[in-house]
């Protein structure tokens, strides 16, 4: 049989195959790995389709809350139906407010026009003549007024003094001042009672002569 010599460039030596036996390993490997490593998306996508979902109390699947940040819009129907409610309410509700105003304005009023209210004894007397008497530019103090009160009479409205001169003229002193009838009726003040003995309208006509003669009540200090 004729030999046969390959070329020198056709010659495969065992360190060539041994050399491309080693790169076709190395190029497989490199391959696999590649393979085998999911790219940075892949495994966020993976992650991302393994989220856990909420479950309620049951165990069943919690319903899905969807938030919005879209503003509510009102129908135009619903508006208009809205607005003319307000529209019809409004004139009740001035109305209303009128009427609780005119309420307080007349109980402000009847309170107003109610008289002050005053005991019936020797405080009460003092304390309506002092009323009285600041109404008429009159002076006087309560001091003064119970302190005279005591002396003359002890505070009692029907005492009547008769022995003194007056009494033996016929004209005798009488009321919480001891006060006689033609003092009375000339110091009387408008707005009381024309009884000598009545309380309040013996102390405000002594009061007012007391001023007319010493300036005050609170100047007398003994009979006068």
């Given at each position: 049989m004729p030999s046969f010599t390959l070329p020198r460039t056709a010659r495969i030596t065992t360190t060539h195959k041994v050399a491309t036996a080693v790169l076709v390993a190395a190029g497989a490997t490199t391959a696999l790995a590649v393979t085998a490593q999911p790219s940075t998306a892949q495994a966020t996508a993976s992650h991302a389709s393994v989220a856990v979902k909420p479950v309620s109390a049951n165990g069943m699947p919690a319903p899905v809350q969807v938030k919005s940040d879209a503003p509510k819009v009102a129908h135009p129907a619903i508006e208009a139906v809205a607005a003319q409610v307000k529209a019809q309410d409004a004139p009740k509700k001035a109305h209303t407010a009128k009427q609780a105003a005119n309420r307080s304005t007349e109980r402000k009023a009847v309170r107003k026009a109610e008289p002050?209210?005053?005991?019936?004894?020797?405080?009460?007397?003092?304390?309506?003549?002092?009323?009285?008497?600041?109404?008429?530019?009159?002076?006087?103090?309560?001091?003064?007024?119970?302190?005279?009160?005591?002396?003359?009479?002890?505070?009692?409205?029907?005492?009547?003094?008769?022995?003194?001169?007056?009494?033996?003229?016929?004209?005798?002193?009488?009321?919480?001042?001891?006060?006689?009838?033609?003092?009375?009726?000339?110091?009387?003040?408008?707005?009381?009672?024309?009884?000598?003995?009545?309380?309040?309208?013996?102390?405000?006509?002594?009061?007012?002569?007391?001023?007319?003669?010493?300036?005050?009540?609170?100047?007398?200090?003994?009979?006068?």
């Open positions: 002050k209210r005053y005991a019936n004894n020797l405080d009460g007397w003092i304390r309506q003549s002092l009323d009285i008497m600041k109404a008429k530019g009159i002076p006087g103090t309560y001091e003064g007024l119970h302190r005279n009160i005591m002396r003359e009479s002890s505070g009692n409205p029907n005492a009547v003094n008769d022995w003194d001169i007056n009494a033996i003229n016929g004209i005798p002193s009488k009321g919480l001042l001891q006060v006689i009838q033609p003092t009375f009726d000339r110091f009387h003040v408008a707005g009381t009672a024309d009884n000598l003995t009545d309380p309040v309208a013996n102390i405000t006509a002594a009061a007012n002569y007391a001023a007319d003669r010493y300036g005050s009540i609170d100047n007398v200090n003994s009979a006068y």
